[in-house]
């Protein structure tokens, strides 16, 4: 359940074209989204998610290998509600999750943010019914 297997990455590069060519996006502070919901039914997991730190901002590899280390621990022990939201309005969704802060934040911050952020994600691919 609190696994980040090779089936939950995004490597293909055809998703990875068409997410940049068609996809949408969205911005909750730290964190820069970009999304595309993929309706053939093709992927392996509920979401594919691929993890960004610009080296623009973070000129030494391992200040950007930490953060992406820190937000992938964050992604694994939260996806759990993040895939029932999904399953509950059978979507699949593979998405991009950059890094857009200009320093780097302690990791309670990223933690609250990015589960934040990814409820917001759900609630944006499922509308609540009104």
Same mark, same amino acid.
């Given at each position: 359940?609190?696994?980040?297997?090779?089936?939950?990455?995004?490597?293909?590069? $055809?998703?990875? !074209?068409?997410?940049?060519? $068609?996809?949408?996006?969205?911005?909750?502070?730290?964190?820069?989204?970009?999304?595309?919901?993929?309706? !053939?039914? $093709?992927?392996?997991?509920?979401?594919?998610?691929?993890?960004?730190?610009?080296?623009?901002?973070?000129?030494?590899?391992? !200040?950007?290998?930490?953060?992406?280390?820190?937000?992938?621990?964050?992604?694994?022990?939260?996806?759990?509600?993040?895939? !029932?939201?999904?399953?509950?309005?059978?979507?699949?969704?593979?998405?991009?999750?950059?890094? $857009?802060?200009?320093?780097?934040?302690?990791?309670?911050?990223?933690?609250?943010?990015?589960?934040?952020?990814?409820?917001?994600?759900?609630?944006?691919?499922?509308?609540?019914?009104?």
């Amino acid at each position: 359940m609190f696994t980040f297997k090779k089936e939950e990455r995004l490597c293909r590069k $055809s998703y990875l !074209d068409a997410l940049f060519a $068609s996809g949408s996006s969205f911005f909750i502070y730290p964190f820069s989204f970009r999304y595309l919901e993929i309706t !053939d039914g $093709s992927l392996p997991a509920q979401a594919q998610i691929v993890i960004s730190v610009p080296k623009r901002k973070f000129k030494r590899a391992h !200040d950007r290998n930490r953060i992406r280390r820190q937000l992938r621990e964050v992604y694994r022990l939260n996806k759990a509600k993040f895939y !029932d939201q999904l399953a509950a309005g059978n979507k699949q969704v593979v998405f991009l999750v950059s890094y $857009s802060a200009k320093t780097e934040l302690p990791y309670a911050t990223l933690h609250k943010q990015l589960v934040f952020a990814l409820h917001r994600f759900a609630e944006v691919l499922n509308p609540p019914a009104s």
